[in-house]
Nanobody, 125 residues
Framework: QVQLTDSGGGSVQTGDSLRLSCGVSGYIGRRYCVSWFRQAPGKEREEVGRIDINDRTTYADFVKGRFTISRANAENALYLQMNDLKPEDTAVYYC???????????????????WGQGTQVTVSS
C-alpha cells in the first residue's frame, strides 16, 4: 500500500526559508507525478507545483523564483524548498501523488489518488 508522509513545516518570519519533505512508501512503478498543494484558512486549495518521473517541474506563478521542487530517487522522497517566505505563504501544505497515469502536467487535482496528512507553515511579518 502506498503512503505519503509530509513534514518539515514550522513557524518562521518573513524572508526565512523552510524545506518540506514528502516520503513515499510502498510500491513505486514507472509512473510518477507528485504535486505540492497548500490551503490557507478560509481559502480554496491551490497547487504550488509538481514534478514528474524525469524531474521536470512546473510552478504556480506566485512561487516562481522562490520555491523549488526536487526528488531523491533512492529514498522515494520529495522536497519543497521554500525561500523568501511571505505571510501569504501561510497554509497547510500537502504532497499528493499519482502513480498510474502518464502526462503528469495534464493531470487535474482529482487525478491525484494519494495524499499526505499535511504540514503547517506559518509565516509572520
Amino acid at each position: 500500500q502506498v503512503q505519503l508522509t509530509d513534514s518539515g513545516g514550522g513557524s518562521v518570519q518573513t524572508g526565512d526559508s523552510l524545506r518540506l519533505s514528502c516520503g513515499v512508501s510502498g510500491y513505486i512503478g514507472r509512473r510518477y507525478c507528485v504535486s505540492w498543494f497548500r490551503q490557507a484558512p478560509g481559502k480554496e486549495r491551490e497547487e504550488v507545483g509538481r514534478i514528474d518521473i524525469n524531474d521536470r517541474t512546473t510552478y504556480a506563478d506566485f512561487v516562481k523564483g522562490r520555491f523549488t521542487i526536487s526528488r531523491a530517487n533512492a529514498e522515494n522522497a520529495l522536497y519543497l524548498q521554500m525561500n523568501d517566505l511571505k505571510p501569504e505563504d501561510t497554509a497547510v501544505y500537502y504532497c499528493a501523488a499519482d502513480l498510474a497515469r502518464t502526462r503528469c502536467f495534464y493531470l487535474v487535482t482529482t487525478d491525484f489518488g494519494y495524499w499526505g496528512q499535511g504540514t503547517q507553515v506559518t509565516v509572520s511579518s
